[in-house]
């Protein structure tokens, strides 16, 4: 028996990257999948890959920053599988490292309304569902939950904002019988950090900066995000676990 057989698992952020990896990780245990984005063409193909595959997945289209798209999209999923026990909210904006004198008003309302706020109404907006299941709640915190970064002050506030979150509503929902986690990567190749992947010297100090001296594959990431979702970690909860290559180590 697999590790998700009969579960249903809600992924933000599910068309690409980290949330991509982790549906079909979810999928490939077991777990009925809803995939949630903004963008529609991407979430939709991943549903398809994992169905090709064998898998159960849906797509339903979100907008996180909106929280009446929250409601829409957990609904649908509770509707799609009758049940709801895992959350991953994932759903996140980056400010490209700007300085803190570069980012403007409207860049840093993004960020804070999709990392932040987005997280905040996803665990609104399942809580109910989560406490018939007794089911959790993962977050994708980052390294930059954990300290500064060389520039973007605005994606490390509201990295720090989900390790907020993560502790206070992990406390808060231990009583109901809901855990909620968070992981924290370190560098992973995504589309996000493409750019970064690509450039000789950003990748020469990730090598240089992370014991383990490589990029992170989102498929890693996804593995953490499962066992802090899993059985196996029903005694973990309120915690922020990295998975930094022993980035924040040094």
Same mark, same amino acid.
């Given at each position: 028996?697999?590790?998700?057989?009969?579960?249903?698992?809600?992924? #933000? *952020? =599910?068309?690409?990257?980290?949330? /991509?990896?982790? &549906?079909?990780?979810? %999928?490939?245990? $077991?777990? @009925?999948?809803?995939?949630?984005?903004?963008?529609?063409?991407?979430?939709?193909?991943?549903?398809?890959?994992?169905?090709?595959?064998?898998?159960?997945?849906?797509?339903?289209?979100?907008?996180?920053?909106?929280?009446?798209?929250?409601?829409?999209?957990?609904?649908?999923?509770?509707?799609?599988?009758?049940?709801?026990?895992?959350?991953?909210?994932?759903?996140?904006?980056?400010?490209?490292?700007?300085?803190?004198?570069?980012?403007?008003?409207?860049?840093?309302?993004?960020?804070?309304?999709?990392?932040?706020?987005?997280?905040?109404?996803?665990?609104?907006?399942?809580?109910?569902?989560?406490?018939? #299941? *007794? =089911?959790?709640?993962?977050?994708? /915190?980052?390294? &930059?939950?954990?300290? %500064?970064?060389? $520039?973007? @002050?605005?994606?490390?506030?509201?990295?720090?904002?989900?390790?907020?979150?993560?502790?206070?509503?992990?406390?808060?929902?231990?009583?109901?019988?809901?855990?909620?986690?968070?992981?924290?990567?370190?560098?992973?190749?995504?589309?996000?950090?493409?750019?970064?992947?690509?450039?000789?010297?950003?990748?020469?100090?990730?090598?240089?900066?992370?014991?383990?001296?490589?990029?992170?594959?989102?498929?890693?990431?996804?593995?953490?995000?499962?066992?802090?979702?899993?059985?196996?970690?029903?005694?973990?909860?309120?915690?922020?676990?990295?998975?930094?290559?022993?980035?924040?180590?040094?």
């Amino acid at each position: 028996m697999a590790r998700f057989d009969g579960k249903a698992v809600l992924v #933000t *952020g =599910g068309g690409s990257g980290i949330g /991509a990896a982790t &549906a079909r990780g979810f %999928a490939a245990q $077991g777990a @009925a999948v809803m995939i949630g984005d903004i963008d529609t063409r991407s979430g939709e193909a991943v549903a398809a890959d994992i169905r090709a595959a064998g898998g159960k997945a849906a797509f339903a289209p979100v907008d996180t920053t909106q929280k009446a798209s929250v409601e829409a999209l957990v609904a649908a999923a509770v509707a799609a599988y009758g049940r709801l026990d895992v959350v991953f909210a994932n759903a996140g904006v980056f400010d490209s490292f700007l300085p803190f004198t570069d980012i403007d008003e409207a860049l840093f309302d993004r960020v804070m309304a999709v990392n932040v706020k987005g997280y905040f109404f996803t665990c609104q907006a399942a809580f109910e569902e989560l406490k018939k #299941t *007794g =089911g959790n709640i993962v977050m994708t /915190a980052s390294i &930059a939950s954990l300290g %500064a970064n060389g $520039g973007g @002050a605005a994606y490390t506030a509201s990295k720090h904002a989900t390790a907020g979150l993560i502790n206070q509503i992990g406390v808060e929902a231990a009583a109901h019988g809901v855990r909620v986690n968070g992981v924290a990567p370190g560098g992973v190749k995504t589309g996000m950090t493409a750019a970064y992947v690509e450039d000789p010297g950003v990748s020469a100090f990730i090598r240089q900066a992370t014991p383990l001296a490589r990029w992170a594959e989102p498929e890693e990431v996804a593995d953490a995000v499962l066992f802090l979702a899993c059985d196996e970690a029903r005694y973990i909860t309120g915690t922020v676990l990295r998975v930094d290559g022993g980035l924040r180590s040094k």
